[in-house]
């Protein structure tokens, strides 16, 4: 997937996680992990019921995770297994600011801390190696779970952006959450 000029992908590891550069070696789970409606409901997305990617919608979806000057994307991985992907993007060098997102694809993976565990990693490196001073990340207002992940990583609520993405008849709000290097504490290494 490198094409020899993006930026370099780091692998950080958890205590449950390790988080890698994507590869095509990726894209069976990726196809086998699908679309499930829960799941894409919380990115914004209308799916009504699960189904399987094609082999060539996975493809797609690696090539999307490919670093760029302005974007750092990892794969998780747990036990071995592709989970998901989370990513720093927008980054700005200049005012040293980034925004996330993640997105854990497994259900039988959520609800299990690793969405806090990956928040804290990626922070950890973007403040601790990047030198980034501030990264905000988009949320949809019914998302409790994502809500509560990032608040407990030291996002705090910034703003309210309303009608962002209208699912099953009924409009919702994105709220952007900031967290800043000053205000976060890092895990500590073993």
């Known amino acids: 997937m490198s094409t020899g000029s993006e930026p370099s992908v780091p ?23 699908g679309r499930d409606p829960s ?20 493809d797609e979806e690696l090539i999307a995770l490919r ?11 747990v036990d071995g297994r592709f989970v998901g992907s989370a ?38 490196y973007g403040f601790s190696r990047l030198g980034l001073d501030r990264v905000t990340v988009r949320v949809l207002d019914f998302n409790e779970r994502a809500i509560a992940c990032y608040a407990e990583c030291g996002f705090t609520f910034e703003r309210r952006v309303p ?14 959450m900031r967290a800043r290097r000053d205000a976060v504490a890092r895990p500590r290494r073993s």
């Open 11 to 33: 692998v950080l590891r958890g205590p449950h996680v390790v988080l890698r550069p994507p590869s095509g070696r990726d894209a069976d789970a990726l196809r086998r992990l």
């Open 87 to 124: 990513r720093l993007h927008s980054m700005d060098t200049a005012a040293n600011t980034a925004a996330y997102a993640i997105g854990i694809l497994s259900p039988d993976h959520l609800g299990r801390g690793l969405g806090t565990e990956v928040t804290r990693l990626i922070l950890d």
């Open 67 to 77: 670093p760029t000057a302005t974007e750092l994307p990892w794969a998780i991985e």
């Open 163 to 176: 009608h962002v993405v209208e699912l099953d008849g009924e409009w919702h709000d994105d709220l952007i």
């Open 39 to 58: 799941i894409f409901r919380c990115f914004g997305e209308q799916v009504d019921e699960w189904r399987e990617l094609s082999a060539e919608e996975a």
